[in-house]
């Protein structure tokens, strides 16, 4: 039954995702950036559909399950993510509309008039979007062996998890991931909600809301940081660092870019912007998950605590509910890694192969970005078997690469640097992230700062100071209004 209703839910949403999305995929402006045409409600879920994925609902569970508090940070990075949105969006949608852009590549290379930029600035984003890619090939290995059986070895779960990813974007557009996304996030709210409902008398508690008083007294610290693991450096600086870390590097990812490139209009943006954060209001549910499995004593198959809530619900609900929480955690990584993956195919073939073969046509650049994809695919493939973490890590460290990108857009509405000022602060906050001496150095100096932010702020100073001691230039490329 678990299998039969999964099946359903991911079948028939991908027939209906295509239908939605057939025509739609035989230019590259209307595969990539669906021609421009998503209103608000095509657009609220196409934007939440890329905010909250698998991590949203496996990984903040499993947090909470293994650390408490920690959790929180879902709660502080949405809110703050948004409020910088609203701001920020509307620009980069104009900035798409009035210059043709289809990729984040697209708009450095145009700001900046400096096409090299854009090749640089592809290949950093295609290697975050690739550990973002992971994230979802975790959940989805995660699924396939509750759907089919814990005899399935990880390995060969994740590379059926990458093909499906793959069967999806190939066929799909960004229309059609819209749709998907739409349906992901109604059954996502239901059946959060349902859980939250029943798990109370699952665990021997009153009511929802006395899980978190069973678990503060079974579990004491657990709502307060650093959360169940006192010697965790998850304290409240971690929190501030790190919500302020995704916030700022939230909207330089490039797929959302391009669901910013998406919209009809400013006004769907802000519109969006203003109402997404009640969305969050799903993390109070979500976190109380991880704490009733907890209490259930749960204790998924090696610890793992991405697996905590889907081991929970096998464990304590009937096969029908495991099927629907299957079904739609599919669907929760397969929207999301399809907008993924065609977004590295979009950098890679709009802004790596035409600089390298210019006058490619609009045919052989859809050619090449759908080849490149599996390539892609690969690379997550392999960097997922290789290394067990947790998805909130993951999702920190796809934040880290991705921050490096950050100046460079903030400061392209607010100021006038240079493409070499730029291209020195990528390389100067990539070796303070990256460099053997760099993790030591910032524990030492700034202990409990998330190291994604740091390597931002030393991107910064790098790209002001270069502009500031460089002669002035005119204005040129895209305008900051």
Known sequence: MTLTIALVIVLATTAGALGFGRNATKTMAAWAVGGRRFGTVLFWFMNAGEVYTTFAVLGISGYAWALGAPAYLAFTSVSLSYAIGYWLMPKIWRAGRDHGLITQADFFATRYSAPWLGVVTA??????????????????????????????????????????MLAFVMLAGLRSA??????????????VILLASLAAGRVGAASP??????????????????????????????????????ALGN???????????????????????????????AYFFIIMLGFAALLAGTRPQGGNMNAVLLQFVSDKFPPWLVGLVAGTAFLLALAPGSVLLLTSGSLFARNVARALRPGMSDRATLI????????????????????????VDILLAAYSAIGMLAPGVFLAFLWRPSAVAVLLGIVAGFVALLAPFA???????????????????????????????????????????
């Open 178 to 191: 819209a749709f998907s996304a739409a349906v992901k996030d109604v059954l996502m709210i239901v059946i």
């Open 368 to 391: 090449a970005s759908r080849t490149s994809m599996v390539v892609f695919a690969g690379v997550a493939v392999w960097l997922t078997v290789a290394q067990e973490s947790s998805l």
């Open 251 to 281: 909207w330089v990812f490039p797929h959302l870019f391009q669901v910013s490139y998406s919209a009809s209009s400013a006004v769907s943006i802000r519109r969006n912007a203003i109402w997404q954060p009640l969305y969050s209001l």
């Open 209 to 246: 809301l006395d899980i978190f008083r069973l678990a503060t007294e079974q579990h004491p610290g657990i709502g307060k940081f650093p959360g169940l693991d006192p010697g965790s450096p998850t304290t409240s600086v971690w929190l501030m660092t790190s919500a302020l870390n995704v």
């Open 123 to 164: 290949v950093v984003g295609i290697a975050a979007l690739i550990v973002h890619v992971q994230i979802q090939l975790v959940s989805l290995s995660l699924v396939v062996r509750l759907t089919l059986g814990s005899a399935i070895p990880p390995s060969l779960a994740v590379v059926i998890g990458a093909l499906l």
């Open 439 to 481: 993790k030591d150095f910032w524990a030492a100096q700034l202990p409990e700062w998330e190291p994604g932010l740091i390597a931002m702020l030393v991107n910064l100073g790098v790209v002001v100071g270069v502009t500031a001691l460089a002669p002035k230039r005119e204005p040129v490329g895209v305008e900051g209004n």
